[in-house]
């Protein structure tokens, strides 16, 4: 395997395991932590306090990505992602060891808010210093191709969460809420011990060795980039806006309103993750050919256009279907999203740029994503569907903006800087 190739699929690896440990928290909140952390409220209110404490996460993500990404720009990109891959596991298996509400009472999700932060804060400084560490070993031209084997990683580890508790609901049968729902967490050690083994084999990134070290890195991209660090926010907001209503607030509408079992749920999930698994990487090939802002424009139209159609196919029970074409449509705006926050930074300030946009737009967007689902169902899923209108519209609109900025920008600087507009890998 090829230097590139090993370090695209080091971070793939790490990455979906990451994304294990981060999802599977969400798949929980839909499906259990209600009826054991909460168990003293009406269901629907145990559902979003599950949905709130998913979203806690979010809220330290940010910080993770500031601190994590300025030492990455210091440091080194390789050693961040050992601390990011090892506490963010640990921090999981803990999860499956907590005692229940029953046993200690409030103190039981006090400490689930807790590891939840702990797991959001280093998930902060994970996907930005994957997907450089694929995109810095590329080639020109094949930023996109190389940067989607990080991002695969979400929907790989989607599955591998749904199928973890899926496994452990058939397992364990009855006695799911008492002990089946934690073996998946705990399995975390299993995975993290395999991904530190081959994080641990791959090179630092070179685009990082030969570059001159910024002395305050944080600083720099705040003081120059600002604007495009809050324009990179908004693109990300819409698509987790999207992607977690999808995964998250979806399974707890199903199971509550539709009445649909948690395994079909599950099965669900899985087929949508596993289509999503292919179109990420196929649009950002595309993405090389023919520019980041088409394809990723085209995601953002897409989940405008499938809002009120995902309720009508889900309520009609067309669920698998609407769950495919949901994850299917939105990789157009996913899938080339490593290598065009990663061309929005030069090498020197690259890994806190992109963390902290990147973070920025999941904590506004994918924190609150269920949160904000779960409490505007009241009101009807009309609402939700403009809810993800205006997220799509926000994306769209931050990625013409910064198309636009960057065509005047000159690339000045570092020789070993890639184009910085988006719309050229």
Partial sequence: MTGVRKAAAASAVGNTIEL????????????????IFFPQFDPRVGVLLAF??????????????????????RIGRRSMLVVTLSVTGLS???????????????????????????????????????????????PPGRWGWYGSWVFIGSPVGLVLANLAMYASSRASGDAFLSWGWRLPFVFSVVLVGIGLY?????????????????????????????RVVLLGAGVNLGFTIFIYVLSV??????????????????????????????????????????????????GAIFQAAFAFPLFWLT????????????????????????AYFAELFRTRVRYSGVALSFQLGAVLGGGLAPLVAQSLLRTGTWAIAVYLICGAVL??????????AHEAEPAGGESDAQPLAPAQS
């Fill in 315 to 338: 309520d009609s029970g067309w669920f698998t279907f609407a769950m495919v074409l949901g994850f299917v449509g939105s990789a157009a705006l996913f899938g080339p999203s490593a």
């Fill in 20 to 35: 294990y440990d981060f999802l599977l928290y969400g798949t929980a909140s839909a499906l259990v932590f209600d009826k």
């Fill in 52 to 73: 709130a404490t998913f979203g806690a996460g979010f809220f330290a993500r940010p910080l993770g990505g500031a601190v994590i990404g300025h030492l990455g720009d």
């Fill in 395 to 404: 994306s769209g609109v931050c990625l013409l903006v910064i198309g636009s």
């Fill in 92 to 138: 999981t298996a803990m999860i499956g060891l907590l005692p229940t509400y029953a046993q200690v009472g409030i103190l039981a999700p006090i400490l689930l808010v807790l590891l939840r932060i702990v797991q959001g804060f280093f998930m902060g400084g994970e996907q930005g210093g994957a997907s450089l560490m694929a995109v810095e070993h590329a």
């Fill in 249 to 298: 607030f979806m399974i707890g509408y199903g199971r509550t309103a539709l009445k649909i079992s948690a395994d079909d749920l599950l099965i669900a999930t899985v087929v949508g993750s596993v289509a999503q698994v292919v179109a990420v990487p196929a649009f950002a090939l595309l993405s090389d050919r023919v520019g980041r802002l088409p394809v990723m424009f085209g």
């Fill in 198 to 226: 081959i994080r641990l084999r791959v090179a630092e990134s070179p685009r990082f060795e030969r570059v001159e070290k910024a002395r305050m890195p944080l600083a720099e991209v705040l003081r120059d980039r600002w």
